[in-house]
């Protein structure tokens, strides 16, 4: 695992610091979207669709901090749209660096190697690159070609400067296990800190939704694209809880969290989650206190729900069983190893 020493620690300490303190219901990744903006038009994705007047706006850095600080999660993801067509995005990072929030600011790859100069290496700051497979794949799924080779350029000029760089692969109906593999073998040459992979999931404004998994899909898929990694046959650095990868292949059967990793973008804190418009909140506290969480994950009986196994509702859930003492041993390994 590739989740590297100081972020674990931290975490881990945050973790144990709830529990202490009796909360059941905290975050653990603050999704924060400066901006719907993006410079491609993927078909499994939702957020281009707002409307223009939508589209324009940007968080202010100032957003960005009050929204971190209110919601209080060690770990801060800025998705978008693409966050490097933030003006102010430079400013955004630093100002949540300087917070000790560990940042992973997902981009698309396309405008990275010449932004590079506005940042600063840091344990703090990973950039999250977006591959989908190899080229071919790839350049298919973001429906433009020559953003594979311009990625890729992107992530050796970063390794360079000093730079984290993890990757994050959404996997869809249809998929080829052995491309995916392929695309693992290149990125592990590459010498990235750690790949991300998750199950697409059927975003309701998505203009394809002909190729989401459902969860028997998902499981099977998984174990055909893992069976290399957990024979030992591949040593790919995953950016991830190993509790995690088990429950994308079956081996462990997981609950949502969806209060893990809360988003907040230019329309406000959204609700329940992430991955659904069901409207927005003004406070992180309205969006604990007023949502009714038993009407959400699997067991709920949501429609929604039914077949989703993304990253960012069960990644949190997976933490929290990393501290059962049963899995501490595991969870241990893969941090240690890390940092030998």
């Given at each position: 695992?590739?989740?590297?020493?100081?972020?674990?620690?931290?975490?881990?300490?945050?973790?144990?610091?709830?529990?202490?303190?009796?909360?059941?219901?905290?975050?653990?990744?603050?999704?924060?979207?400066?901006?719907?903006?993006?410079?491609?038009a993927?078909s499994?994705?939702?957020?281009?669709q707002?409307?223009?007047?939508?589209?324009?706006?940007?968080?202010s850095?100032?957003?960005?901090?009050?929204?971190?600080?209110?919601?209080?999660?060690?770990?801060?993801?800025?998705?978008?749209?693409?966050?490097?067509?933030?003006?102010?995005?430079?400013?955004?990072?630093?100002?949540?660096?300087?917070?000790?929030?560990?940042?992973?600011?997902?981009?698309?790859?396309?405008?990275?190697?010449?932004?590079?100069?506005?940042?600063?290496?840091?344990?703090?700051?990973?950039?999250?690159?977006?591959?989908?497979?190899?080229?071919?794949?790839?350049?298919?799924?973001?429906?433009r070609?020559?953003?594979?080779?311009?990625?890729?350029?992107a992530?050796?000029?970063?390794?360079?400067?000093?730079?984290?760089?993890?990757?994050?692969?959404?996997?869809?109906?249809?998929?080829?296990?052995?491309?995916?593999?392929?695309?693992?073998?290149?990125?592990?040459?590459?010498?990235?800190?750690?790949?991300?992979?998750?199950?697409?999931?059927?975003?309701?404004?998505?203009?394809?939704?002909?190729?989401?998994?459902?969860?028997?899909?998902?499981?099977?898929?998984?174990?055909?694209?893992?069976?290399?990694?957990?024979?030992?046959?591949k040593?790919?650095?995953?950016?991830?809880?190993?509790?995690f990868?088990?429950?994308?292949?079956?081996?462990?059967?997981?609950e949502?969290?969806?209060?893990?990793?809360?988003?907040?973008?230019?329309?406000?804190?959204?609700?329940?989650?992430?991955?659904?418009?069901?409207?927005?909140?003004?406070?992180?506290?309205?969006?604990?206190?007023?949502?009714?969480?038993?009407?959400?994950?699997?067991?709920?009986?949501?429609?929604?729900?039914?077949?989703?196994?993304?990253?960012?509702?069960y990644?949190?859930?997976?933490?929290?069983?990393?501290?059962?003492?049963?899995?501490?041993?595991?969870?241990?390994?893969?941090?240690?190893?890390?940092?030998?």
């Amino acid at each position: 695992m590739a989740i590297h020493f100081q972020q674990a620690l931290a975490v881990g300490q945050y973790l144990v610091t709830q529990r202490l303190r009796g909360r059941k219901k905290f975050p653990l990744v603050l999704m924060l979207e400066p901006l719907f903006r993006c410079n491609l038009a993927c078909s499994g994705c939702g957020k281009i669709q707002h409307p223009s007047e939508v589209l324009k706006q940007n968080l202010s850095p100032a957003d960005c901090f009050r929204a971190a600080e209110e919601c209080g999660a060690p770990v801060v993801s800025i998705p978008g749209g693409e966050p490097l067509l933030h003006p102010q995005i430079d400013e955004i990072v630093a100002g949540l660096v300087a917070r000790r929030k560990f940042v992973y600011l997902c981009t698309n790859g396309l405008l990275l190697e010449k932004s590079l100069d506005k940042f600063q290496p840091s344990p703090y700051l990973t950039f999250s690159v977006h591959l989908d497979g190899p080229r071919h794949l790839h350049d298919r799924c973001v429906d433009r070609e020559g953003v594979f080779d311009k990625a890729v350029s992107a992530i050796k000029a970063a390794k360079a400067k000093g730079f984290r760089i993890t990757t994050n692969t959404t996997v869809f109906e249809g998929t080829d296990p052995g491309e995916v593999q392929a695309l693992f073998d290149l990125l592990t040459e590459l010498g990235i800190d750690g790949m991300m992979v998750s199950p697409g999931y059927s975003y309701e404004w998505a203009p394809d939704q002909d190729h989401f998994l459902r969860q028997e899909q998902t499981r099977a898929l998984f174990r055909q694209i893992l069976a290399p990694f957990r024979a030992g046959e591949k040593a790919w650095n995953f950016n991830h809880n190993p509790l995690f990868l088990d429950f994308l292949t079956g081996d462990k059967d997981y609950e949502c969290t969806p209060w893990g990793s809360p988003s907040y973008s230019v329309l406000g804190w959204q609700k329940p989650c992430y991955l659904l418009n069901e409207g927005y909140y003004e406070s992180f506290q309205e969006l604990l206190d007023d949502t009714d969480w038993e009407n959400y994950g699997r067991k709920s009986g949501n429609p929604k729900c039914a077949d989703c196994m993304v990253h960012c509702g069960y990644e949190p859930t997976a933490a929290l069983d990393a501290m059962q003492p049963q899995n501490i041993p595991r969870s241990l390994g893969a941090v240690l190893g890390t940092a030998r």
